[in-house]
């Protein structure tokens, strides 16, 4: 069983940045995409972020484009997204997972492992 563990939330001023970090344990990753969503309160679930597994391609959801980087380390089974020029409608869980595929998608339904989340809170 695939396990994703995210860590890096936490509060932060609207400008700051953070770093959330995705560990993957119990499987391989090596080529499927990987991809990171959010949902804030009554809000639908949003699609942020997506790498293919070699790290050579990314997509990103308008609203984070030039602000947030997805990363990943396969050595490491790890995947990151850089988070800068946050503001405060960046606030939501923010959730990583595993694509059933090794291509670029942003429908929740073609990932089927999911982390716990972590809470990302920008303040004004």
């Known amino acids: 069983q695939v396990q994703l563990v995210e860590s890096g939330g936490g509060l932060v001023q609207a400008a700051g940045s953070l770093r959330l970090s995705c560990a993957a344990s119990?499987?391989?990753?090596?080529?499927?995409?990987m991809g990171w969503f959010r949902q804030g309160p009554g809000l639908e679930r949003e699609f942020v972020a997506a790498?293919?597994?070699?790290?050579?391609?990314?997509d990103y959801t308008a609203s984070v484009k030039g602000r947030f980087t997805i990363s990943r380390d396969n050595a490491k089974n790890t995947v990151y997204l850089q988070m800068n020029s946050l503001k405060p409608e960046d606030s939501a869980v923010y959730y990583c997972?595993?694509?059933?595929?090794?291509?670029?998608?942003?429908?929740?339904?073609?990932?089927?492992?999911w982390g716990q989340g972590t809470q990302v809170t920008v303040s004004s």
């Open positions: 119990g499987g391989s990753f090596s080529i499927n995409a």
């Open positions: 997972a595993r694509s059933r595929r090794f291509v670029l998608t942003r429908s929740p339904g073609d990932y089927d492992y």
């Open positions: 790498i293919t597994w070699t790290g050579g391609t990314t």
